[in-house]
């Protein structure tokens, strides 16, 4: 049984937390897409951990976890990570050896590119993942599996750096000195080589086990379905999970879609729904909305229906959980928006040039005190009637409704 975690919007939506409630139920966790630009948070017993490359599995004691053959790793982030959990930690983490690798010059690459774009940047994390998956689809990347022969990386890094010298010169980045980077790569092998595996062999041996893949980023920064070029620079979507990992999609089971109770974006790039104004500030400081990677303010604004729909249909959601419930506490109206307009135009698709696009809002009742409930009956009923709203209008049923950060905030309907 294999089951998808998948994030609606532009990220953030809480799928860690829900990846970690969920992982006492799975033998095995994998990320199959992303790196380091995630930031997934999990709660437990009042203590926080971020984790931006191990999978949200991680702090259950039985799950395996796999970093798949999607992945873009940065050896040093996950070095710390694994730091930072004990080495026992390896005993329950596998590497792709068929993952690309960030290596420094990506990030620099990152961080150059946005500098040129100016007032047209991306606003990416400025962790390498673009020019990393660049090199990927450019066919010169280099694969996790490549850290266990390091004369013949060492080789081809030489050709790599050649090859694109003037490009480095034009936006001033040094070509490393290849004898300290044979030190480092030597130390990633002592560290990481045991972990490196075929982890397509694995899924595969083991596909009759439970399987959760965890998605990162979200399907509006999908890469063709998102709303290019403010996007990342992966599939984030449930196809996503599947290629990055080497599931075959006939084995998938459920797809489960994580959204916000409103909606958040971090970096630039069209949102409809964002409330510029106090409600925005509102949320922003009651849902605590600032990156968990980069410590940015995250953009705020309301529930969009006709985005979520297009999410649910692309990634083939079975039920959604809606998170952060309890952020809205306290707010007299709340808002939907239902469909867009544009130039005079009704619109009820989510549509691939947002140009000039309106919300058209529904307004709603407000609630006070869904914060820690656990249980569908003691919500207050407006909070009640604004779940069951966008139940209808998206057409999924909403099986999980967050409260709170920690683990037991969840109503399970
Ligand atoms: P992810 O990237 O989808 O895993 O989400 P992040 O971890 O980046 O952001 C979600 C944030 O909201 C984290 O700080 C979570 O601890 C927090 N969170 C998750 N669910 C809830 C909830 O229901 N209520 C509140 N108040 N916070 C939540
Ligand atoms: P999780 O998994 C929210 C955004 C960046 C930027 C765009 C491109 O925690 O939900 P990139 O560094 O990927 O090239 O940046 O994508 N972005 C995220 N926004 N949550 C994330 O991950 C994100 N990962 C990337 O802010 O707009
Ligand atoms: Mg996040």
């Keep these: 049984m294999v089951d998808v975690i998948v994030g609606l919007q532009w990220g953030d939506e809480g799928k ?34 971020a984790l931006h490359l191990l999978p949200s599995g991680v ?24 730091k930072n959990f004990g080495h026992d930690i390896k005993n329950k983490l596998l ?75 034009y936006l001033d980045i040094e070509i490393p000195d290849m004898k300290k980077l044979r030190e480092e790569l030597q130390n990633w092998q002592e560290e990481l080589s045991e972990i490196i595996v075929d982890t397509t062999k694995y899924l595969w041996d083991n596909i009759d086990k439970n ?15 998102g709303t290019y070029p403010y996007v990342t620079s992966s599939n984030t979507i ?56 980069t410590g940015r303010p995250r953009r705020c604004g309301w529930f969009d229906v006709v985005a979520a729909k297009y999410a649910v249909t692309l990634n083939s959601c079975d039920e959604v959980a809606v998170m952060k419930l309890d952020v809205l506490d306290g707010f007299e109206r709340v808002k939907v928006c239902v469909a867009y307009e544009r130039d005079g135009e009704r619109i009820d698709y989510f549509p691939s040039n947002l140009e000039r696009i309106k919300p058209i809002y529904v307004e709603l009742d407000g609630w006070d005190k869904s914060a820690h409930v656990r249980k569908w009956e003691d919500l207050p009923s407006n909070a009640k009637k604004y779940i069951e709203f966008i139940e209808e209008k998206i057409g999924v049923k909403v099986k999980y409704i967050s409260t709170g950060a920690e683990r037991d905030a969840t109503i399970i309907r």
């Design 59 to 82: 702090l259950n004691p039985n799950a395996m976890n796999v970093i798949g053959n999607g992945v873009v790793v940065y050896p040093p982030q996950l070095i710390k990570e694994i």
């Design 95 to 169: 590497v792709s050896d068929k993952a690309h690798m960030i290596l420094d010059h990506h990030i620099k690459i990152d961080q150059a590119r946005e500098k040129l774009r100016g007032k047209n940047k991306i606003g990416t994390t400025g962790r390498g993942i673009g020019p990393a998956y660049a090199d990927k689809i450019a066919r010169i990347g280099i694969r996790m599996g490549e850290l266990k022969d390091l004369d013949s990386l060492i080789e081809r890094l030489e050709h790599y750096y050649e090859m694109n010298k003037g490009y480095f010169k």
């Design 211 to 225: 399987i959760l893949l965890e998605g990162a980023q979200a399907t509006l920064l999908d890469i063709d379905h």
């Design 16 to 49: 860690g937390k829900i990846v970690d409630l969920k992982a006492k139920n799975y033998d095995i966790v994998v990320r199959s897409q992303g790196g380091h630009n995630a930031g997934h948070t999990v709660v437990v017993d009042g203590k926080k951990y």
């Design 238 to 293: 449930t196809s996503g999970a599947l290629t990055g990992s080497g599931i075959p999609p006939k084995k998938l089971n459920k797809v489960i879609g994580i959204a916000k109770a409103y909606t958040t974006r971090v970096g630039n790039g069209p949102f409809p729904t964002e409330d510029l104004g106090v409600d925005g500030d509102k949320i922003r400081k009651q849902g605590a909305e600032y990156g968990t990677t």
